[in-house]
């Protein structure tokens, strides 16, 4: 039985502009004041992306490994960098991602159309990223994006071994526009797949858009844990705005607390994901 919930908070992503998403913790200060808030709140990791001074994404290693430091000077999150960053990145920058030493980096797990772009994730690109993170003991989270994703994740595990840690999570990333529905049923598929995955596999959900809630709702549910954050959507409720990730991480939190699983600590978050200093 699952208990508690870890809740992870993606603030940033790489697709809202700051000129139409106000609310976007875009500079240093705006994503630190996030983070202390949203773990105050009850999250535990914090799935980064950065941008630059003028707001866009940017993989800039000296800006990674400050927001590295920075994230860990302040709070107690566990500290995930995006190694996915924006569909237009190239992937020697998505792999020196690691060389900031993040506690955890993403790892998305194949190719998907992501609205009226493609976002790119070769087979050889996959192993060396899992491979690298085996290595440098950065503990990864699979992102699944489709179905396909967990038997590519099959394979990859069977033939590469277990991530550093030796706890394998999924972050099931729903609604995307080409990618799996923001579904009860097509969740209910995702965790049936998790039965070809090591035995003790865990998940994460989060419905992109208007699937956030049925999603956040499913997940619980069925024993999942949450990604909420700006990311993923920037509306709250029809006709209203996010008004900052602090809004969505307390409602996740309200949901989780209602399904008698509540937050887990950021300690308890770093035994359940096999994260130790071994990535820093
Ligand atoms: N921004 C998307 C193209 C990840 O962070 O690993 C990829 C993404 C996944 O957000
Ligand atoms: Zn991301």
């Known amino acids: 039985m699952t208990t508690g919930t870890l809740?992870?908070?993606?603030p940033t992503g790489a697709e809202s502009a700051k000129a139409e998403v106000p609310a976007l913790p875009v500079t240093l200060d705006e994503l630190l004041l996030t983070a202390k808030e949203c773990e105050a709140l009850g999250a535990a990791?914090?799935?980064?992306?950065?941008r630059d001074d003028d707001a866009r994404p940017t993989l800039d290693q000296g800006r990674l490994r400050d927001t590295v430091a920075a994230l860990r000077d302040s709070t107690d999150l566990v500290v995930q960098l995006s190694s996915g960053g924006a569909v237009t990145d190239p992937e020697a920058d998505r792999l020196a991602v690691?060389?900031?030493?993040?506690?955890m980096a993403s790892c998305t797990m194949g190719t998907v159309n992501f609205g009226d772009d493609v976002f790119l994730n070769r087979w050889e690109f996959i192993v060396e990223l899992h491979?690298?993170?085996q290595e440098r003991g950065i503990v990864p989270e699979y992102e699944i994006f489709d179905l396909g994703h967990l038997t590519a994740l099959q394979r990859l595990l069977g033939k590469y071994g277990l991530p550093a840690g030796g706890h394998v999570h999924v972050d099931f990333v729903m609604?995307?526009?080409g990618g799996m529905p923001g579904t009860t049923a097509t969740l209910v598929a995702a965790q049936q797949m998790l039965r070809d995955l090591p035995e003790g596999t865990t998940f994460s959900a989060t419905g992109i858009g208007r699937s956030t809630?049925?999603?956040?709702?499913?997940?619980l549910s069925a024993g999942g844990h949450l990604r909420v954050g700006m990311e993923d959507t920037v509306t709250y409720a029809k006709g209203r705005p996010v008004e900052s990730n602090m809004q969505l991480v307390a409602r996740a939190v309200g949901f989780a607390q209602l399904a008698q699983?509540?937050?887990?600590?950021t300690a308890e978050a770093r035994g359940l994901l096999g994260v130790t200093a071994a990535g820093r």
Do not use: Q, W
Not at 7 to 10: P, Q
Not at 213 to 219: C, E, G, M, R
């Open 45 to 50: 990791v914090i799935h980064v992306h950065i």
């Open 261 to 265: 699983r509540p937050p887990l600590t």
């Open 7 to 10: 809740i992870t908070v993606a």
């Open 131 to 133: 491979t690298r993170m």
């Open 213 to 219: 809630i049925p999603v956040l709702l499913a997940s």
């Open 175 to 177: 609604g995307v526009p």
């Open 98 to 103: 690691l060389d900031a030493g993040p506690d």
